[in-house]
């Protein structure tokens, strides 16, 4: 079965440190990844996205994350985090038949000063 | 673009009572997705459209859960009879092309309390 984990549920960093927040997947086929950030009372925007080559991908705000295979995990980072940081942050995979998408159950991020 | 356009943002309601959300896509999107959002399960796939037919509401958890897409620019997703294991934040989001392959574009969500 497809599936997504986020094994942590809340982290807190102070700001300006570095930030690493893990993805494993569980999915057949070649994956498509994706990381949404949601800030309080809003939707989710997309944050970065891997559909194939180069497997560490830039995003937006500073963010990067990178594909390992072998670990079968798309783990975010930022190397200084700002206090607008502070947000909820999902990973999630698809594939190109179609399907929509399967959302791990999210990362609060809180920033300390 | 306004972007994907949802209403009520905010519901409260009692027990029992008929609940309708409603969703506009981003237009030239034909594919359009229903989540909810819980504490305890994460975001949910309920169902998703493709071309304002259905193609998957495996999701959907029970018959009081209804949706539909009468044209490419509007979608509701009806609760009937209402229970307040319900209450969630109900999400829309839209993509052009398949929603795996494709970025979504989410709306502010629905916060549905069933008092």
């Known amino acids: 079965a497809q599936s997504v984990t986020q094994p942590d549920i809340h982290i807190t960093v102070s700001e300006g440190a570095s930030l690493e927040l893990r993805c494993n997947y569980s999915?057949?086929?070649?994956?498509?990844l994706f990381w949404y950030v949601q800030s309080p009372g809003q939707g989710l925007q997309l944050l970065l996205k891997?559909?194939?080559?180069?497997?560490l991908v830039q995003g937006i705000k500073g963010f990067e994350a990178e594909f390992k295979r072998s670990q079968s995990s798309f783990n975010l980072r930022k190397p200084s985090v700002h206090w607008s940081d502070a947000a909820e942050y999902f990973c999630?995979?698809?594939?190109?038949?179609?399907?929509?998408?399967?959302f791990g159950k999210g990362t609060t991020l809180s920033v300390s000063s | 673009d306004a972007g994907v356009i949802q209403s009520p943002r905010h519901e409260v309601t009692e027990m029992g009572q008929e609940v309708t959300l409603r969703c506009k896509p981003i237009?030239?999107?034909?594919?359009l997705f229903w989540y909810r959002q819980t504490m305890m399960r994460g975001l949910e796939l309920l169902i998703y459209?493709?071309?304002?037919?259905?193609?998957?509401d495996s999701g959907m958890p029970e018959d009081r859960f209804s949706a539909k897409m009468p044209n490419a620019s509007f979608s509701t997703l009806k609760i009937q009879p209402s229970e307040p294991r319900d209450s969630a934040v109900y999400f829309c989001?839209?993509?052009?092309?398949?929603?795996?392959?494709?970025?979504?574009?989410f709306g502010a969500g629905s916060r549905l309390t069933v008092l």
């Open positions: 989001a839209s993509s052009q092309g398949a929603g795996g392959a494709n970025v979504l574009t």
């Open positions: 999915y057949g086929a070649t994956p498509y």
């Open positions: 891997y559909f194939s080559g180069d497997t």
């Open positions: 999630a995979v698809g594939n190109q038949a179609g399907t929509a998408l399967i």
């Open positions: 237009s030239g999107h034909d594919y």
């Open positions: 459209f493709n071309n304002n037919v259905p193609i998957d």
